[in-house]
């Protein structure tokens, strides 16, 4: 009576998300949590709207951070540029719905972090010049706010570290799309904001050196056929290519 195949039924895209990110969910347990209906509500009213309008974001971002992509064509190489800006801040938004769980479990974050004293050091040593300095002055448009800070930014150079000011870019970019659909994140407790700024520092690195890869792969003309080879590899050949060049341009001011 009944066909064999109908009890495959297709799964929806929370399923398999699900199932690819069960790890970040089972809170403590060993095996296989099935989700409930807070998961699934944190899925569909905010991982999915941040994630939505992150992508664009980012796009738009990469392209103020590393303007080489703006010179890049080949289909490969956009693909695989594509897939970072896809998944940027997928990892961290998991890793902060455990945190706001641990905040409702009255979690002891200090007990349950070995490095948080490191993470609160570090955030306290922290300098970076906002452009949101520029929001207070009427009457600017968006570019005269971004020529403003991109001026003062240049004039202080010496007063704030480089790497720095990049990370505080980037939680720039993320955050004010975070806080519409994540509101309770704004209501976490002091050693609630260490974690969340230790967690947005983990995934500004990844962002960072993901994207970073592909500023080195676009300079030093690699291939194609290089995107896929091993991280020793693409060593190798960027070192080869790194003093091919070096060595062109001694030679080139000897001629001068």
């Not at 974001?57 to 896809?86: G, M």
């Not at 993901?210 to 690699?222: L, S």
Request: aromatic share 18%.
């Amino acid at each position: 009576m009944f066909d064999d195949d109908d009890d495959d039924l297709e799964r929806s895209e929370f399923d398999c998300w699900y199932d690819d990110n069960n790890m970040y969910f089972r809170r403590g347990a060993d095996a296989f949590v099935e989700p409930d209906l807070d998961i699934e509500l944190f899925y569909s009213n905010v991982y999915c709207k941040v994630m939505s309008e992150l992508a664009p974001a980012v796009r738009k971002f990469i392209r103020y951070q590393y303007p080489v992509f703006e010179t890049e064509y080949r289909p490969a190489v956009l693909d695989a540029i594509e897939r970072i800006v896809l998944g940027t801040g997928h990892r961290f938004m998991l890793e902060l719905y455990n945190l706001i769980q641990d905040q409702k479990e009255a979690v002891n974050l200090r007990g349950k972090y070995p490095d948080f004293e490191e993470w609160e050091k570090r955030k306290k040593e922290l300098r970076y010049f906002s452009r949101s300095i520029f929001n207070a002055i009427e009457g600017l448009t968006e570019k005269q706010k971004t020529d403003l800070y991109e001026l003062a930014k240049d004039k202080f150079q010496e007063s704030y570290n480089y790497k720095e000011q990049r990370l505080y870019e980037f939680i720039e970019m993320i955050q004010p799309i975070l806080f519409q659909y994540y509101p309770v994140v704004q209501e976490l407790n002091a050693d609630g904001w260490i974690v969340y700024f230790h967690l947005l520092l983990i995934e500004h690195t990844d962002y960072r050196l993901d994207f970073e890869h592909y500023v080195t792969f676009i300079n030093y003309d690699f291939e194609e056929s290089d995107l896929n080879i091993p991280y020793a590899e693409f060593r190798k050949k960027f070192q080869e290519k790194f003093d091919e060049r070096w060595k062109k341009e001694q030679e080139e001011r000897e001629k001068k």
